[in-house]
C-alpha cells in the first residue's frame, strides 16, 4: 500500500457563516457562498471548530446471556463549537444573546455609534442555518446544517490580557428532508 502522508488533514483556517433557514447553500466545494443569503461571522480563536457527535443506544440481552445480542440506536446528535472574536459582528451578539437583529437598534454614528438592545423572556426557538469551511492549503471541507440552534453559550469575559470571546455550541436539527448534516470533502475519493 502506497504512503498516505498526504491525506493526513489540519484545520489551517476556516470561515462560519450563518442564515435563515432555506438559505440556499452553495451546491459546490468552492462556490462562494451568496452575501444575501449567508453572513459571515467574522474571526474565530485559535481553538477552531470542534466537532462532536453524541450517540445514545438500547441495549437488548437474551436471557442468560452476558451480552447484548442487538444493539438500537436511539437519538444521535451533532454538535458544533466554536468562539468568535470581533464584538462588531451583529450576527454574532445575535446569537450570543438570542436576540433578533431586527430587534437591534443603533443610535448615532462613527465613533459614537452604539447599539443597544434588551433581553427578556424569549422561549421561541431561534432555529438558522449555518455554514463552515474549513481548509487546508489547496484543500476544504464544507459542511452544511440547514437548521441549527444554538444550544449552549460559553463565558463571554472582559479582560485587558485577552480578547472578548462569544463561545457558542450550535446542535444540528433535522431539515425536513430528514437530513441533519451535510458534508462536502475535498481531497477524499471515494473507491470504484
Avoid: C
Wanted: glycine content about 10%; aromatic content about 8%; charged content about 20%.
Amino acid at each position: 500500500m502506497p504512503d498516505q502522508n498526504g491525506g493526513v488533514r489540519v484545520g489551517y483556517a476556516g470561515k462560519a457563516y450563518i442564515g435563515a433557514v432555506g438559505a440556499v447553500a452553495p451546491t459546490t466545494l468552492t462556490a462562494v457562498p451568496d452575501a444575501e443569503d449567508w453572513f459571515d461571522l467574522g474571526k474565530v480563536t485559535e481553538d477552531g471548530l470542534t466537532e462532536a457527535t453524541n450517540q445514545a443506544r438500547s441495549e437488548f440481552k437474551a436471557w442468560g446471556y452476558d451480552s447484548p445480542v442487538r444493539t438500537q440506536l436511539t437519538s444521535k446528535t451533532t454538535t458544533f463549537q466554536l468562539a468568535f472574536m470581533q464584538s462588531d459582528n451583529a450576527h454574532v451578539i445575535s446569537l450570543f444573546h438570542s436576540v433578533p437583529t431586527d430587534d437591534m437598534t443603533t443610535t448615532g454614528t462613527g465613533d459614537a455609534a452604539y447599539t443597544s438592545f434588551t433581553i427578556g423572556q424569549n422561549t421561541q426557538p431561534d432555529v438558522r442555518a449555518l455554514l463552515l469551511d474549513i481548509v487546508d492549503g489547496g484543500i476544504a471541507t464544507r459542511i452544511i446544517v440547514p437548521r441549527v440552534e444554538v444550544t449552549e453559550r460559553g463565558n463571554k469575559v472582559y479582560k485587558g490580557s485577552e480578547t472578548v470571546n462569544y463561545p457558542l455550541t450550535f446542535t444540528a436539527l433535522t431539515s425536513s428532508d430528514g437530513t441533519s448534516v451535510r458534508y462536502m470533502m475535498g481531497g477524499l475519493v471515494v473507491p470504484a
